[in-house]
């Protein structure tokens, strides 16, 4: 279980990138799952950053499901975080759901959570 609790809430990056949700869970367990959000801007495909954040909670002894992907825009000067669009492979994250993850973290920050489709 502390492996769990140590498990952080979200990653990040600044600028324009491809996000996930996903639940983290001690295997056997998904009832004390935990939803976390990744961005990665390297990311060709939002399959990638679920690679990634596979081989995070694999490391720490964890499973993952995800739950959908999107669009993250993070521009750190003027505190603003939008999230938008989906992922092809993923299908959509439920971007209101993200917001209120990331709020609590990125209290000094607007976020944006947008229920359209495509990449505009």
């Known amino acids: 279980m502390r492996s769990l609790v140590a498990f952080p809430v979200a990653k990040v990056e600044s ?4 996000y996930m949700m996903a639940h983290v869970y001690i295997h ?30 694999e490391s ?7 739950l959908g992907g999107g669009y993250l825009v993070h521009d750190k000067e003027k505190k603003y975080i939008k999230l938008y669009g989906r ?16 709020q609590p973290i990125y209290t000094d920050h607007k976020i944006d959570a947008e229920s359209g489709g495509m990449e505009p």
């Open 15 to 18: 600028g324009k990138s491809k």
């Open 87 to 102: 992922s092809q492979a993923l299908g959509k994250a439920d971007h209101e759901a993200a917001r209120e993850i990331l």
């Open 60 to 66: 720490m002894g964890l499973c993952t499901q995800g």
């Open 28 to 57: 056997g367990e998904m009832g004390s799952a935990k939803q976390v959000i990744r961005s990665l801007s390297k990311a060709k495909y939002h399959l990638d950053v679920y690679d990634e954040l596979k081989k995070e909670a």
